[in-house]
């Protein structure tokens, strides 16, 4: 089992910064890709960003060049720095971690308010 704790959500204006932090712990060994997930009310929950344990990354095209996913192995934790933000990415942010057996965790959310 692995378990995840996400951290660092809030309200910001347009235009702001937020860091997001998920730390791993458990069987954490095994863990090979993190990931960010958002979700909003009625939608279905959408991939943000996604780093390999050798840390290549992947994002959505809606927050590339203004989202940096970074991870440190160490000390088992994933960051989502979000800069640029804007009201669309009001959301609930996941943690996400893919283990080597396939299996899936998730962490309990963090919410995030852009204000106009």
């Known amino acids: 089992q692995v378990r995840l704790v996400e951290s660092g959500g809030g309200l910001v204006q347009a235009g702001g910064s937020l860091r997001l932090s998920c730390a791993a712990s458990?069987?954490?060994?095994?863990?090979?890709?993190m990931r960010w997930y958002r979700q909003t009310p009625g939608k279905q929950r959408e991939l943000v960003a996604a780093?390999?344990?050798?840390?290549?990354?992947d994002y959505a095209d809606s927050v590339k060049g203004r989202f940096t996913i970074s991870r440190d192995n160490a000390k088992n934790t994933v960051f989502l720095q979000m800069n640029s933000l804007k009201p669309e990415d009001t959301a609930v942010y996941y943690c996400?971690?893919?283990?080597?057996?396939?299996?899936?965790?998730w962490g309990q959310g963090t919410q995030v308010t852009v204000s106009s």
């Open positions: 996400n971690a893919l283990v080597v057996t396939g299996a899936n965790f």
């Open positions: 458990g069987s954490i060994y095994g863990i090979n890709n």
């Open positions: 780093v390999t344990y050798g840390g290549t990354t």
